[in-house]
């Protein structure tokens, strides 16, 4: 169940990223599917912490392949497509790698690793997708704070599923 909820949430972030205009909050630029992304790092934890660090680079690997073919269904260009995909394995591998080093509690654990998952998703993203580097979506100028806007949002599902799992789900 889990795995399919982990890959359910990537789909879904690519359905509705492309199906919604972006919120624009003031100068913030924040894509529908944002809230969905950050949801899976979350997922992606409660993945590895059952079936371990390898087989979770497995279910990485399919996820993408299934992100990357959905992206290009929805009619993502093909540069939108490869920043995608670079952006997916730099978000979940650092994801994992965290994930996986720090030794603290499980809920912190997915607090942290998410965050930096989270980071590096938006950061990466927004400057080899949206901005004059690639597609060309979104000026210089508002490269900043489309990756805070994304950060900030991702953060904040980060810190809702670990109150979550913290109130709700008992691991060690």
Excluded: H
């Excluded at 990357?68 to 994801?95: C, K, Y």
């Excluded at 597609?135 to 599902?157: D, L, N």
């Amino acid at each position: 169940m889990r795995i399919l909820l982990y890959i359910a949430a990537i789909i879904v972030a690519n359905v509705v990223t492309a199906s919604f205009n972006p919120i624009i909050l003031w100068k913030f630029i924040v894509p529908m599917g944002t809230v969905f992304i950050g949801t899976t790092f979350i997922l992606r934890d409660l993945v590895q912490q059952k079936y371990g660090r390898k087989n979770t680079y497995y279910i990485i690997f399919i996820a993408l392949l299934l992100s990357a073919l959905t992206s290009w269904l929805l009619g993502d260009t093909l540069w939108i497509v490869f920043a995608s995909t670079i952006t997916f394995i730099f978000s979940e591998t650092f994801d994992t790698e965290v994930f996986t080093r720090l030794k603290c509690s499980f809920e912190k654990r997915v607090l942290l690793s998410g965050t930096v998952g989270g980071i590096i998703d938006s950061g990466l993203f927004v400057i080899i997708g949206l901005s004059p580097i690639g597609a060309g979506f979104i000026p210089w100028e508002a490269v900043g704070y489309a990756i805070i806007g994304q950060v900030v949002v991702k953060t904040i599902m980060q810190f809702l599923g670990y109150l979550t799992i913290r109130k709700f789900i008992k691991f060690k």
